[in-house]
């Protein structure tokens, strides 16, 4: 197996760019390749182009600024021979086989022995490809297929030919799992592999019925998104993200790919409207709108929505679906719900689903790598087959059969059973062969679900839980909603330091949602603020506070493996903890201000203290303290693990993850590797500018306001956070302060500005919108 | 018969003392509102209650009104005295000046309110329905329609219904099935029957608009189908005088426990053309904007007969002698002692005084808000006034007429078995206060309306209006010596509350059974706590007075009610709060079968 520590990426288009982008994540010297633009200045144009615009682009393709000096630009014509140096050849250009294997003939040219060749092709297949090549390149080629955009979705489909080495597979199935943080599914060599083949079907189901029955595109957004598990988007909304031009051509290049009995043909029906909108430029959103638009005339933004009968756009409205509302999570109830809408949403799900079993051995081994490659590539919270299960294998049987639709085989297989099951605790899937066999996971990476099939936890309650993750560790894991912090999570903490100390050796805090947390619960906050219970909040403060505290003066290391959004309170956790091993995809920041508060569970103390012994700055006690103020103050957020250990929210030692599947496993060794002579960390005691450091940080926030950048209440605000971190009025040179007293101040103006109408303001737009209110 | 005097020192303590009346003339429209007008308008309506209004006010009980032939006459003195209420302006005194009203503050109107309905309830019925339909064409009729009807209705010369009720509908007016059709000149033709409708048909005035709900031909199922429309009784003529008769008819007219004075009809509308008031579709809304006025003005109805009450029984408990004091006599020249000596008599007073006195502070404190929300130049302190009124607006409707039945309730059983018989009129107050508690959403959705809608709204902001003031006034007072008897058992209920709060918030997030079950109980726990903080700030007002200029003894009395308040009727608060957090089950887990 080769070390990948060199990839080229031939084609700078959007996918080749944001592949190469990736791989200079995963810490990669990336070659970036493309053709010589003609008559443009530089030979190199496309390449550095596509670069440059990556640099500004958000999503942020690149996860730091460093990541992109990790790239070299290149051209086709002249540095070719530079890909004698790639362990990787990732090609990204045009679906063409001509021009895509005449490319392949100039790679094989200069390649080393033993590199790897890898196209990015989603509709052609390997045999094409490799036509005509030569033995040594048929050895070392795959398909290894990336989703838009390559640094986050999760998905690579992997395709090998007959003769691909075992070798060259591994290589970059390994550089892909742990250094990109891809999960691979294997795929057989099928038209569209597995997730654009049951996804065009399922998009293209949703829009010719949508557009056959007449229906309101809000409407089935409604029904085709959430209860399905589809992301809100529904299908006309992730037609106008993906871009309505690209249908016609995925339609046609599966259309001629599939085999003549294949059910796709019946649904690829022409819809005219799609391609009167891409004439007229509605490409999506990357033009001038699509099935939904925004229309500027007249000086205000009204969103639009296009009439899948006349071709007008109209006012968009909320939704209205009556089957939606009456059947709630019921699925089945939906899918037969006797209206319009209930027989839209079958005849949409039921084909789809019966697709998807279709295809179970077409196009992979299993119904485990369809579910994961459609969880994965379309963000369904559940793949076809946990779908199936949802609604009764049987039920959907016998529909299909009450339609004169085929059965699949499998689905008969599946008679009077689930396609999972769950035996001694071990996640089970149907086979095939009609026997259960084993989820199996890839070596090292331990799943805190799996955990919990199998044990009851050591601690919980209604927002917590505590697990034993074996070898003397055990996992915080917290359950509340959107995993945000309250007093039961704060309770069961302090509990579970107890625990740990008596019955284990380490302890990880992680969880399995979307986001680590998204901070404490402001709804809880503000309506205790309305209500005008301060001693409420203060004691919440306080038991805050004192938890953290206890956490990181525990006798046991500590390890925080956060993914996703780790903000205000969530931030404040991981401040707390001995080490840190992150999920590259990690967005933490101490977010306070934007809700008109400061941070009070001792995270302006912990800033504190990292930037005054770990940041590189000049000496004195002003620049830590003038660096966090700037950090908190414009409640910045760290794209990314990467950018996290810039500011300090993570430290240099911290670890980060590039698998979001191999965290809690990573995390754990960390914490194992730290219990030999463990010794908690003492108090902190910082050097602060006191008085005259207020006043400068006073100054500063007044220059923005001038500039128009800071609003009166951020002045304000930031008034209160200068207050804490110069250290109070009896802070100087020679006096240090200790963290009780840092506490007392975080808490003191924490509980001043919660009675501010202005912060209750900002609060109250949070919850209701979303929204931070600029007041 | 009892007497009734209009507590106009009381109202000017409220007005000035206390609400800083004086101010009102800060908000724009209103600068003309000094003391120098209001209190002459307070004492010209003290008289016309006290000398016009209220002697008709059991006569108009003994005598009700009478159908014949589908014309509905008043009792005996009524057409006359809406004569002369309407020539004294009183029809139009808090009506916009754009239509001819004089646009007075709310908080005077509520303070006049309150004299009209102690002195005679079913007599206000009929201007009151016809300000709701004044309130609804104002908010929402088109230029035409209001050019039409607001002036006649402003004058007083026609007046006005709210047709919401059939047979079949009463809460739930999405059950509604009354019909409009549209014609090609832009009218309706409304069919359908519309049960317990007050002033529907009476011989006050020429015409009588009525403001009716019902459904378009095209309309949504349900509460979001129904549209509002002006029906009147003679379509107006060109020259917008009464013209041809309109398709609606009185039926017939309810036989009522109390305002027997105050006709309530059921009106058959049979073609009848009216035109649209507001968006198609959007008539609940028209209807929510007044809902906060028309609730408010039903719970000072409430407080008005809390008010007639606590007069008749004071002026008799100082008259009737029977018995003498525990503890020897206090009239040795007399047969036997006033019952005013005895301590559960001063108990019944006491309760209707500490009950009046409060909630006439808590409806004007309301009112203030409402004055804001309506005329205040800061667009945010517009929309605080708005929350805090929509908070306590089903407060002020649930615990006034809650306690005005209470109070009335006392008053009987001052007077014993004389309460009880029909001559001094004691009886009547609590027949008439009953229909209080029903109408205009009843007590109950009162209380869901507060545990449901107002408290979760925006994670309840609206709370903020109350709590906030209250919670700041707690904290400042708490050091202060004088005020110790005052502050410390509204602190301690205001604890209370706010943990109630929590708990109704979080149970019934998870179980909206759990906010049901605690609402009503809930709610006279709020009420009792915002009754407290205004005693403790009345107190705290009338205090520097005791003993210095008080030569009427006004203020002592003042502090003397207000400890009564704290200490024998705010303990409440404890067994509310207990109710509260006791939780529904032994409700909800009940076997339907064993009721």
Redesign the interface.
């Given at each position: 197996m080769t070390d990948i520590k060199t990839v080229a990426v031939l084609g700078a288009g959007v996918m080749g760019a944001g592949i190469a982008a990736h791989a200079a994540n995963a810490g990669a010297r990336v070659l970036l390749l493309d053709i010589v633009p003609k008559g443009a200045s530089s030979r190199n144009a496309l390449a550095e182009g596509a670069v440059a615009r990556m640099l500004k682009a958000d999503p942020a393709p690149f996860m730091g600024k460093a990541a992109a000096k990790n790239i070299t630009c290149g051209n086709l014509e002249d540095d070719l021979s530079a890909l004698a140096e790639a362990d990787w050849i990732i090609e990204a250009v045009i679906e063409r086989p001509d021009i895509k294997r005449a490319l392949y003939e100039k790679v094989e040219a200069v390649r080393k022995d033993g590199s790897v060749v890898s196209s990015n092709t989603s509709t052609l297949p390997l045999a094409t490809l490799i036509e005509g090549l030569p033995e040594r390149f048929a050895r070392d080629f795959l398909i290894a297929h990336f989703f838009n955009p390559p640094r986050y979705m999760r998905l690579l489909e992997l395709v090998t030919g007959p003769k691909t080495r075992s070798e060259a597979a591994a290589s970059v199935e390994h550089f892909a799992d742990h250094h990109l943080g891809k999960s691979v599914v294997h795929c057989k060599d099928t038209p569209s592999f597995i997730a654009n083949r049951l996804g065009v079907f399922w998009s293209q189901s949703a829009v010719v019925e949508a557009f056959e029955r007449g229906l309101d595109i809000e409407d089935v957004d409604a029904i085709i998104g959430r209860p399905m598990g589809v992301p809100k988007t529904g299908v006309f909304g992730l037609l106008d993200l993906v871009g309505l031009d690209l249908i016609p051509h995925v339609n046609a290049s599966l259309a001629d790919s599939l085999p003549k009995g294949d059910p796709f043909h019946t649904i690829n029906r022409p819809v005219p409207l799609i391609g009167d909108l891409i004439a007229d430029g509605y490409t999506g959103r990357k033009g001038k709108g699509g099935f939904y638009r925004l229309n500027r005339a007249g000086g205000s933004k009204v969103k639009e929505a296009i009439d899948l009968t006349s071709g007008l756009f109209r006012p968009a409205r909320k939704a209205d679906v009556p089957a939606v509302k009456e059947s709630g999570k019921d699925l089945r109830a939906l899918l037969s719900h006797d209206s319009p809408h209930g027989a839209y949403a079958w005849a949409v799900m039921g084909p789809t689903l019966a697709y998807a079993a279709s295809l179970v051995g077409v196009v992979a081994d299993d119904i485990v790598a369809i579910d994961e490659a459609m969880r994965l590539g379309y963000a369904w919270k559940q793949g076809p087959f946990e779908l199936i299960d949802r609604i009764g294998a049987d039920w959907l049987a016998e529909r299909l059969a009450a339609d004169g639709h085929p059965v699949p085989e499998i689905l008969k297989t599946a008679a009077g059973r689930t396609f999972y099951r769950v035996d001694a605790g071990q996640l089970e899937y149907l086979g095939l062969d009609g026997a259960y066999h084993p989820v199996e996971r890839p070596e090292g990476v331990l799943l805190l679900e799996d955990v919990k099939r199998a044990a009851k936890p050591v601690l919980r309650n209604g927002s917590a839980a505590l697990w034993d993750i074996g070898d003397g560790v055990a996992c915080f894991e917290f359950t509340s909603k959107m995993n945000s912090m309250d007093p039961d999570i704060m309770d069961l903490l302090g509990k579970a330091i107890r625990r740990v100390k008596r019955d284990f050796k380490a302890l990880v805090i992680h969880n399995e949602g979307t986001n680590f947390s998204v901070g404490a619960n402001l709804g809880l906050a503000l309506f205790a603020a309305n209500i005008a219970a301060w001693s409420e909040i203060e004691s919440l403060v306080e038991q805050g506070q004192e938890t953290y505290r206890a956490l990181r003066t525990a006798p046991f290391p500590v390890v925080a493996a956060p993914s996703g959004m780790a903000l205000g309170g969530g931030c404040e956790i991981v401040l707390h903890c001995d080490a840190v091993q992150a999920h590259a995809e990690t967005y933490i920041g101490l977010v306070e201000c934007g809700v008109g508060l400061v941070p009070a569970w001792g995270g302006c103390t912990e800033m504190l203290h990292r930037w005054s012994t770990l940041g590189r700055l000049p000496k004195g006690p002003m620049p830590a303290a003038a660096t966090v103020f700037e950090t908190i103050s414009t409640a910045t957020v760290a794209k990314s693990a990467a950018e996290a250990k810039e500011r300090l929210f993570l430290r240099p030692h911290d670890g980060i993850t590039m698998n979001r599947a191999r965290l809690l496993a990573d995390a754990k060794a960390r914490a194992l590797a730290m219990v030999e002579g463990y010794t908690p960390p003492g108090p902190r005691e910082i050097v602060l500018p006191g008085p005259s450091g207020r006043t400068a940080m006073g100054m500063a926030v007044q220059g923005f306001r001038k500039t128009g950048k800071a609003t009166p209440y951020d002045e304000i605000v930031a008034g209160a956070l200068a207050a804490v971190l110069s250290g109070g009025d009896d802070a100087d040179v020679l006096a240090p302060v200790g963290e009780d007293t840092l506490l007392e101040l975080e808490r003191t103006h924490f509980m001043r500005l919660v009675r501010t109408p202005g912060t209750l303001a900002r609060v109250e737009s949070m919850l209701m919108t979303g929204k931070p209110l600029r007041n | 018969m009892a007497s009734y005097t209009a507590p106009l020192r009381d109202m000017r303590f409220v007005l000035y003392e206390l609400m800083e009346g004086d101010r009102l003339t800060d908000l724009p429209g209103y600068e003309e509102f000094t003391r120098d007008l209001i209190d002459p308008i307070l004492e010209e309506a003290g008289k016309i209650a006290a000398e016009v209004l209220h002697p008709l006010n059991r006569s108009g009980d003994e005598e009700g009104c009478t159908l014949e032939n589908g014309v509905v006459r008043t009792p005996t003195g009524f057409p006359e005295a809406y004569a002369l209420f309407r020539e004294g302006g009183w029809t139009a005194l808090s009506c916009d000046p754009d239509y001819g009203g004089q646009g007075a503050p709310h908080m005077v109107d509520t303070l006049i309110s309150e004299m009209i309905c102690s002195a005679n309830l079913s007599f206000g019925m009929y201007p009151g329905l016809s300000h709701g339909a004044y309130a609804a064409l104002r908010h929402h009729g088109t230029h035409e329609l209001k050019d039409t009807f607001l002036p006649k209705l402003v004058d007083g010369t026609w007046s006005g219904t709210m047709c919401l009720t059939e047979p079949q509908c009463g809460t739930d007016l999405g059950l509604l099935r009354t019909k409009a059709d549209p014609q090609d000149d832009g009218s309706y033709r409304l069919t359908g029957t519309k049960i317990f409708i007050s002033a529907g048909e009476h011989d006050l005035t020429e015409n009588i608009v009525h403001l009716v709900l019902a459904r378009l031909p095209d309309a949504p199922k349900g509460i979001k189908g129904i549209s509002l429309f002006v029906v009147p009784k003679y379509v107006p003529d060109d020259n917008g005088g009464v013209g041809a008769r309109n398709g609606v008819q009185c039926a017939s007219i309810e036989h009522k426990m109390g305002i027997k004075a105050s006709s309530t009809c059921v009106l058959n509308f049979d073609d009848a053309t009216g035109w649209l008031v507001g968006a198609p579709h959007k008539g609940m809304r028209a209807m929510f904007t007044m809902m906060n006025a028309a609730r408010l003005a039903v719970g000072v109805q409430g407080l008005g007969l809390a008010e007639a009450s606590y007069q008749g029984a004071v002026e008799y408990a100082r008259e009737r002698v029977q018995g003498r004091a525990l503890t020897g006599a206090k009239a040795p020249d007399k047969a036997a002692d006033p019952i005013l000596v005895h301590p559960d008599v001063r108990r019944m007073l006491l309760t209707q005084r500490a009950t009046v006195e409060g909630c006439r502070a808590l409806a004007a404190w309301v009112a203030r808000a409402l004055d804001e929300q309506t005329r205040h130049p800061d667009p945010v302190q517009r929309q605080e006034a708005e929350d805090f009124v929509a908070l306590m607006t089903p407060i002020v409707k649930a615990l006034l007429t809650d306690m005005g039945f209470e109070t009335t309730n006392h008053g009987v059983q001052v007077f014993g078995g004389h309460g009880y018989i029909r001559e001094h009129g004691m009886e009547q107050y609590v027949r008439d206060a009953r229909i209080a508690q029903i109408y205009e959403g009843t007590n109950g959705i009162q209380a869901l309306d507060l545990v449901g809608r107002k408290l979760p709204a925006?994670?309840?902001?609206s709370?903020?209006f109350f709590?906030?003031p209250?919670?700041?006034y707690i904290e400042a007072k708490m050091e202060v010596d004088a005020l110790a008897p005052f502050v410390m058992p509204l602190a301690k209920a205001f604890t209370r509350l706010?943990q109630a709060?929590?708990q109704v918030?979080r149970t019934g997030m998870a179980n909206p059974d759990e906010a049901g079950a605690a609402a009503s109980d809930y709610l006279r726990l709020f009420g009792l706590t915002a009754l407290a903080y205004l005693w403790t700030r009345m107190a705290e007002v009338a205090l520097p007075h005791v003993g210095t200029d008080d030569p009427d003894g006004f203020y002592a009395a003042k502090v003397a009610t207000a400890r009564f308040f704290m200490e024998r009727m705010l303990p409440q608060s404890g067994a509310l709060f207990s109710q509260v957090m006791a939780g529904g089950e032994s409700m909800m887990a009940f076997d339907d079968a064993a009721f």
């Open positions: - | 925006n994670a309840g902001r709370l903020r709590f906030h209250v919670s700041a706010q709060t929590a918030a």
